[in-house]
T-cell receptor
Framework: TQLLEQSPQFLSIQEGENLTVYCNSSSVFSSLQWYRQEPGEGPVLLVTVVTGGEVKKLKRLTFQFGDARKDSSLHITAAQPGDTGLYLCAGAEGRGSEKLVFGKGTKLTVNP | GAVVSQHPSRVICKSGTSVKIECRSLDFQATTMFWYRQFPKQSLMLMATSNEGSKATYEQGVEKDKFLINHASLTLSTLTVTSAHPEDSSFYIC???????????FGSGTRLTVV
């Protein structure tokens, strides 16, 4: 079973600061996805990265897929209180499987 | 597009009873859906893969006789928690994808409380 190590597990910062969340694995994924989850809700897809080295931007969020497709990062610039939530990375195993492997999540709190 | 509807959002049941949770893909067909369980402040744990027209595939450690999954159509999968116990209390979430491996749409989850 492929594993995704996500760090940090908890992050509390002040409004305006930058932050980076990491997802690492020893396994290769066919794609990697980032989700954000609010309490009592299901995760909402932010982005999917497929190609090694790919970089995608979503407003103040920048997502990167490692060249070897084993790791990914999420960078948030000038964080705002509205960014508070649980961020989850998930890797698609591929090889005919549609299963997702989830990291343990990063609980981000942005204080005003 | 790609909307997944999950019902109920909250349910309280007595120990020993059964509870059915529905997961519907509203605007696309999903031959495969997934059921997850999430404990407080933890990540999602895959319970099973629901396959339309065939038996579900359960993850190791998940009791298939306790968590019954039926995927009778391309837009509906159901999870039935049978003979519920307080330790079954959790947040259950389903997901489906329009394009394999590309991005999954999750339901809004069901908070099950067994008393």
């Amino acid at each position: 079973t492929q594993l995704l190590e996500q760090s940090p597990q908890f992050l509390s910062i002040q409004e305006g600061e930058n932050l980076t969340v990491y997802c690492n694995s020893s396994s290769v994924f066919s794609s990697l996805q980032w989700y954000r989850q609010e309490p009592g809700e299901g995760p909402v897809l932010l982005v999917t990265v497929v190609t090694g080295g790919e970089v995608k931007k979503l407003k103040r969020l920048t997502f990167q897929f490692g060249d070897a497709r084993k790791d990914s990062s999420l960078h948030i610039t000038a964080a705002q209180p509205g960014d508070t939530g649980l961020y989850l990375c998930a890797g698609a195993e591929g090889r005919g499987s549609e299963k997702l492997v989830f990291g343990k999540g990063t609980k981000l709190t942005v204080n005003p | 597009g790609a909307v997944v509807s999950q019902h109920p959002s909250r349910v309280i049941c007595k120990s020993g009873t059964s509870v059915k949770i529905e997961c519907r893909s509203l605007d696309f067909q999903a031959t495969t859906m997934f059921w997850y369980r999430q404990f407080p402040k933890q990540s999602l744990m895959l319970m099973a893969t629901s396959n339309e027209g065939s038996k579900a595939t359960y993850e190791q450690g998940v009791e298939k006789d306790k968590f019954l999954i039926n995927h009778a159509s391309l837009t509906l999968s159901t999870l039935t928690v049978t003979s519920a116990h307080p330790e079954d209390s959790s947040f259950y979430i389903c997901s489906a994808t329009r394009v394999r491996g590309y991005g999954y749409t999750f339901g809004s989850g069901t908070r099950l409380t067994v008393v």
